[in-house]
Every structure is written in structure tokens, then in C-alpha cells.
């Protein structure tokens, strides 16, 4: 959104507050401290308001305030952009985070996710169903902020990025209007809010493409890491764990089944190691399947 003046406590907020759905929390008020931080503790913004909106009118109420006394926005989703961007000194926080309602269409292979989801939020309502969209590697970072960034994950490889999978926006502008972009109704805008960041508009919900993920909707998935220095030092027998997947010749990922299976000959019996050793080794195989079945379709 246009940034001009930060900070102007003269603004009439009780009058923003009496329009608002959502509450209006400004400095002095309890939880004012509690609202104002973000993932990242390193930032610490002292806003002149912070709206926690309930529903598009609130979103629109505020975008207008905004703009009509000159005052600093910042859009809050998960509230995980390392530079705080979801926080302005002495300006207007819109905090979506209330905003977490999800709509599967399971025939349309579609999931509609409010902009205060966290990807766990999404992860939940479609992995039940043995679909997912791809997101990123923690669950309590925010669809908003993500996927407006491009959305990077597990699923990145075989599905595209978040941003890829964007099917529709609904997004409040600057000024105060409402619209659903995708690729037929304003593409340019759609464009736009596919890897661009923030600042083309207040997005209050996105639909996004699911895929069937299958096996119970269960992927499994963490680092490996393991002492190259370990590295063919043992020749063990992997036929056990589909062999013919591992051909030397695709280097990184040999290489780490290697190490495992170094790993495991040296615990001697250690059952937990074993299993977290298992655990990434089934996470190695399902990588290694998703790659192999994108490069092969
Ligand atoms: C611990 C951690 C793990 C991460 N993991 C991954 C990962 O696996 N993959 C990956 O791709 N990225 C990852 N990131 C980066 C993350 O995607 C970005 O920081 C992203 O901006 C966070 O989105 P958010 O909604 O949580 O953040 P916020 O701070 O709420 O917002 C980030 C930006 O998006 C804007 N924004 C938020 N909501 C809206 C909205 N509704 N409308 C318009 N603009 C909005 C904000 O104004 C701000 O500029 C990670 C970051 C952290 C801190």
C-alpha cells in the first residue's frame, strides 16, 4: 500500500474503532505489547494502532482510513517476514491473523484459504482429504506473506512454487475496492501477486490448486545430515531399499543413502538412532520417488 506519513496519533481512531468488526488495539491497551511483536524478536515497532480484522469490511474500513489521514500501513499475515514488514512504527497494522477459515473442493482439486492461514491451517484442512497445495517448511509461517513471495517447500520440486499454484485472489486496493484477480480477471494484478511481496493491495483470501498427494496424505520429510567424511567407507548391500532407485550416477542423493547406511552399521543397536535413521531414510525414498516421477512425466 502507499506509505506517506507514519504515525499520526492526531488520526481519529475511536472513530476507526466504532467501524471495526475486529478489535482496534493502541498503545496502553492490554495485549498492546503481545500484538505488536512479531516471529522475528529482533524487531521491535511501536505501531499507533493495530486493527485485528474480522472480516473484509474491516479490512476495507482500514485501508481507507489509512489512506484518507495519511497514515503508514503494514498488512500482517503469519508475521514471519524477517524484516518485520508486518509492523510500521507509529503507523496502522492490519493483522489477518483472525482470518483463518479454509473451503476444500475436493472435485475441483482446489482449496480457498483465508490471508491470516498459517500453512499448518492449509496443510490441515486438505492433507485430511489426501491433497496438498505446496507451501513451506514450517507450519506457522503465513500463507499470505508466502505465497506472495513465490512459496518454497517440500512439494516445490514436483508441484511448482505456492505462487504457481495461485488460482485466485481476493485483494481490497488502495483504493478501497474489491476485487478477485486471477488469471481472467485482472491478470495483471494476478501477475503481480505471484512473486511480487506485498504492497499491490490487502489480499483477504486465496485459492490455490491442490494435488493428490496419496498414502493417507502422509509425507514424510526432514534433513539429512551426515560426515562427508564418512563417504565410502562402508559398502553395504541397499537392495533392500529399492537399489535400482539409487543409480551412483545421481550423486547427491546416493551419496546420502550411503552415509545413512554407514550410520546405522555404526550405532550397534542404538533403537532410537535406528529409527530416526529410518525415518530419514523413508523421508530420502519419497523424495527421490517425487523427483524421479516429475522428471519421467
Ligand atoms: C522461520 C521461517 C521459516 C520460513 N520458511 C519458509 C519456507 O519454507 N519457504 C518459503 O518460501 N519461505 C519461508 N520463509 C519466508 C517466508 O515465506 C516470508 O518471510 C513470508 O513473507 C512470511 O509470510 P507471513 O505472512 O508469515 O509474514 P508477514 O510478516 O505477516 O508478511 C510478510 C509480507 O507479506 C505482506 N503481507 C502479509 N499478508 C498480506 C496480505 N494479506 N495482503 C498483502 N500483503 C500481505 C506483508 O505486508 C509483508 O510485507 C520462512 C520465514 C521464517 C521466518
Known amino acids: 500500500m502507499t506509505a506517506t506519513t507514519a504515525g499520526l496519533a492526531s ?3 475511536d472513530d476507526l474503532a466504532t467501524a471495526l468488526r475486529g478489535d482496534l ?8 505489547d503481545q500484538a505488536r ?7 521491535d515497532k511501536y505501531p499507533a494502532a493495530i486493527a485485528q480484522v474480522r472480516d473484509v469490511a474491516d479490512v476495507i474500513a482500514c485501508v481507507n482510513f489509512g489512506r484518507e489521514h495519511g497514515l503508514d500501513l503494514a498488512v500482517r499475515g503469519g508475521g514471519h517476514s524477517a524484516a518485520g514488514l508486518g509492523v510500521a512504527d507509529g503507523g496502522l497494522v492490519i493483522d489477518m491473523s483472525l482470518l483463518r477459515s479454509t473451503t476444500v473442493s475436493p472435485g475441483d482439486h482446489t482449496v ?5 492461514c498459517t500453512l499448518g491451517d492449509m496443510d490441515h484442512a486438505t492433507v485430511a482429504l489426501g491433497m496438498a497445495t505446496p507451501s513451506g517448511f514450517l507450519a506457522n509461517t503465513g500463507v499470505a506473506g508466502l505465497a506472495l513471495g513465490g512459496g518454497v517447500g517440500y512439494l516445490t520440486r514436483r508441484f511448482g512454487l505456492t505462487a504457481d499454484n495461485l488460482l485466485a485472489a481476493d ?3 488502495a483504493d478501497g475496492s474489491f476485487v478477485t484477480a486471477s488469471e481472467t480477471s485482472h491478470p495483471d494484478l494476478f501477475w503481480a501477486l ?11 483470501s486465496f485459492t490455490f490448486r491442490t494435488h493428490d498427494i496419496g498414502e493417507n496424505g ?18 553395504h548391500d541397499i537392495s533392500l531399499f529399492r537399489l535400482d532407485r539409487f543409480d551412483p550416477r545421481r550423486g547427491v542423493v546416493a551419496r546420502m543413502v550411503h552415509g545413512i547406511v554407514h550410520r546405522v552399521e555404526r550405532v550397534d543397536g542404538s533403537r532410537l538412532l535406528f529409527g530416526l535413521l529410518l525415518l530419514h531414510f523413508l523421508l530420502l525414498l519419497k523424495l527421490l520417488d517425487l523427483a524421479l516421477d516429475r522428471r519421467d512425466s
Open 11 to 13: 488520526a481519529p481512531y
Open 112 to 116: 480457498r484459504v483465508d490471508a491470516g
Open 171 to 173: 485483494v481490497v486496493l
Open 37 to 43: 511483536a512479531v516471529y522475528n524478536g529482533m524487531i
Open 194 to 204: 505471484r512473486g511480487g511481496g506485498g504492497n499491490f493491495g490487502v489480499v483477504t
Open 218 to 235: 502422509i509425507i514424510i520429510g526432514g534433513p539429512v545430515l551426515y560426515d562427508l567424511a564418512d563417504t565410502g567407507e562402508t559398502r
Open 25 to 32: 488495539i493502541r498503545p496502553g491497551d492490554t495485549g498492546y
